[in-house]
């Protein structure tokens, strides 16, 4: 039941960020859900094959190197979904910076942890 939770808060968010991000497009609360199923498979397969390697310039920038990574997997997400639509690298950046703080603190209040 968590998981479904965390997912639609996900959806929520990243629609609501549609609406105000510019170089942020999203069509569809439809389109939104899709988004929300395709960053979780993300980040639970390719996210870690991706720190891995990438350890030594996380290492060397002290963890800031995972903004970029993260800025990554969401232009990865808008190539694959269509609705979602990223401009380019910054845009995706700032998306996932504000996305990740927005997850923290709904998820935070919203989900109960067993």
Do not use: E, H
């Not at 959806?11 to 929300?36: E, H, K, M, N, Y």
């Amino acid at each position: 039941m968590n998981t479904i939770l965390r997912l639609l808060i996900t959806t929520i968010i990243v629609v609501v960020l549609g609406r105000f991000l510019p170089g942020i497009a999203v069509d569809s609360f439809t389109t939104g859900l899709v988004v929300a199923v395709v960053l979780a498979l993300l980040n639970t397969f390719l996210k870690p094959i991706l720190v891995f390697l990438t350890i030594p310039a996380t290492i060397i920038t002290l963890g800031l190197f995972l903004f970029v990574i993260n800025a990554c997997i969401i232009l990865i997400a808008g190539y694959f979904v269509d609705g979602f639509t990223v401009s380019g690298f910054w845009t995706a950046l700032l998306f996932s910076i504000v996305l990740t703080i927005c997850q923290g603190v709904l998820n935070g209040i919203l989900v109960a942890d067993n």
